[in-house]
């Protein structure tokens, strides 16, 4: 017959051990919430890949902003520069005008014969203005009396002429002219010249208000 007390000793083994097991699946339990799950970090990575494209898309529309601000303020300043605002690099049409306006006044004022000058001076009074008027009537007496006394007869063509700044009232030329002078009883006498011309637009016609030379 076996004693009780053994009986008692192996009952309370199995009761030990069940306590361990119960102790240590409560002890994971705990644990579990705490410890990083593998789905979850998954999961974690995938929103920030998702998050890269709106940020980068997001940058780019700055991006382009910027780009297209800097765009139009250097094409505001190219447009407003003194090169675009000369009419003779866009406007064929008024720079041809111009030049026809010059070239045919200079012809006119320039050419005269021992008994033409007073439709000369009647000319330039059409044509000149301002300064160059001024200019020409003190100078045309000394022409008048030696066309007279020399028989001198001039004739000037001018051969080319380019417009270097034009705006929408006024213009500055450079001109080439050749002068062909004629005296009795001697041979015709070639000569070049170049002047620059600055003619202001007046009641839609051209009028040249100085004269220089170069």
Request: proline share 3%.
């Amino acid at each position: 017959m076996r004693p009780r007390g053994g009986t008692t000793t192996v009952s309370s083994t199995a009761t030990d051990a069940t306590d361990v097991t119960d102790v240590t699946d409560v002890t994971a339990e705990k644990a579990a919430p705490d410890a990083p799950d593998a789905t979850d970090v998954s999961d974690g990575v995938d929103v920030s890949h998702r998050r890269w494209p709106r940020v980068l898309g997001a940058l780019l529309a700055v991006a382009l902003i910027a780009t297209g601000g800097a765009l139009y303020a250097e094409g505001r300043q190219l447009r407003d520069t003194p090169a675009t605002a000369n009419l003779a690099l866009t406007d064929a049409e008024a720079t041809t005008r111009v030049t026809g306006d010059v070239s045919s006044a200079l012809g006119k004022i320039f050419s005269y014969g021992p008994g033409a000058t007073a439709a000369t001076r009647a000319a330039a009074k059409e044509v000149l203005a301002g300064k160059a008027l001024q200019q020409y009537a003190a100078l045309f007496g000394q022409v008048e009396r030696q066309s007279a006394d020399q028989k001198l007869t001039l004739t000037t063509e001018v051969v080319r002429a380019g417009v270097t700044r034009l705006t929408g009232s006024s213009a500055h030329l450079l001109v080439f002219l050749d002068q062909v002078y004629e005296r009795r009883g001697r041979a015709p006498t070639t000569a070049s010249a170049q002047l620059t011309v600055t003619a202001e637009l007046r009641e839609g016609r051209w009028w040249i208000v100085e004269i220089g030379s170069t």
